[in-house]
C-alpha cells in the first residue's frame, strides 16, 4: 500500500498569515493526489483534486502543487474559518490512502 | 440538491453484523461511483470501499476484507456497506461519498454524507 505521510501534523497560524501543508507519498503518485478539508463536527469537503484543481466554489486563497511524491497544499490570507483539519489522498493506486492529517488552527 | 443520508449504524457486539444503507437523492445516482470512508473518534480518515457505477468494479480496504460487501441498488438510488464480524476496530463513523465518475478512482470524492456511527463494544 502506499504510505501518505503529512507535516506538520499540527500548526497554529493567524489570520492573513500563508501557510504550507505538505503530503509524501511513499511511491510516486503522478498528480493523483487530493485535499479534503474537515471543520469540526463536520464532513470532510474536497478541495483540490489531481494535485492542483481547485474545486469549483473553494476559494482561490487555496492552491495545490507537486507531482509524483511530493504535494504541498498552500492557503494565502488565512480565514477564521480556515480553522480545520486538511488530508491528503491517493488515489494512483488501491487501495486508496489518506494521509494523517494536518491540524491548522488559527 | 444533492443529498446523501447513511442509516443503520448502532450498536453492535463483536463478532456480529450491521448493515449500512444510504439513500441518496438530486442527481442521477447510476452516473457515479459510491465509496465508503470511515473515521475512527479523534482519528483520521480511513477509505472501506469503493463500488463503480454499474458494480462491475469494487474494492476494499485490506482492513475489511472479506468480512464486508459494498453493493448498490441503483433502482432504488441506495448504496449498502454489509459489514460481518464485526471488530472492536470498526468502530467509527461511516461517511457514504459520491465520485464524479462513474468508475472508481478515488480522484474526486466531491460529494459526502454527515456520516452513521458504529459502536463495536461487548
Known amino acids: 500500500d502506499i504510505q501518505m505521510t503529512q507535516s506538520p501534523s499540527s500548526l497554529s497560524a493567524s489570520v492573513g498569515d500563508r501557510v504550507t501543508i505538505t503530503c509524501r507519498a511513499s511511491?510516486?503518485?503522478?498528480?493523483?493526489l487530493s485535499w479534503f478539508q474537515q471543520r469540526p463536527g463536520k464532513a470532510p469537503k474536497l478541495l483540490i483534486s489531481?494535485?492542483?484543481t481547485l474545486e469549483s466554489g473553494v476559494p482561490s486563497r487555496f492552491s495545490g502543487s507537486g507531482s509524483g511524491t511530493d504535494f504541498t497544499l498552500t492557503i494565502n490570507s488565512l480565514q477564521p474559518e480556515d480553522s480545520a483539519t486538511f488530508y491528503c489522498?491517493?488515489?494512483?493506486?488501491?487501495?486508496?490512502?489518506f494521509g494523517q492529517g494536518t491540524r491548522l488552527e488559527i | 440538491e444533492v443529498q446523501l443520508v447513511e442509516s443503520g449504524g448502532g450498536l453492535a457486539q463483536p463478532g456480529r453484523s450491521l448493515r449500512l444503507s444510504c439513500a441518496t437523492s438530486?442527481?442521477?445516482?447510476?452516473?457515479?461511483?459510491m465509496h465508503w470512508v470511515r473515521q475512527a473518534p479523534g482519528k483520521g480518515l480511513e477509505w472501506v470501499s469503493g463500488?463503480?457505477?454499474?458494480?462491475?468494479?469494487?474494492y476494499y480496504a485490506d482492513s475489511v476484507k472479506g468480512r464486508t460487501t459494498i453493493s448498490r441498488d441503483n433502482a432504488k438510488n441506495s448504496l449498502f456497506l454489509q459489514m460481518n464480524s464485526l471488530r472492536v476496530e470498526d468502530t467509527a463513523l461511516y461517511y457514504c461519498?459520491?465520485?464524479?465518475?462513474?468508475?472508481?478512482?478515488?480522484?474526486?470524492?466531491?460529494?459526502w454524507g454527515k456520516g452513521t456511527m458504529v459502536i463495536v463494544s461487548s
Open positions: 461519498i459520491r465520485e464524479r465518475s462513474p468508475s472508481v478512482t478515488g480522484s474526486h470524492m466531491d460529494v
Open positions: 489522498l491517493q488515489s494512483y493506486i488501491k487501495p486508496i490512502t
Open positions: 511511491q510516486s503518485i503522478s498528480t493523483y
Open positions: 489531481s494535485a492542483s
Open positions: 463500488i463503480s457505477w454499474n458494480s462491475g468494479g469494487i
Open positions: 438530486g442527481f442521477t445516482f447510476d452516473d457515479y461511483a
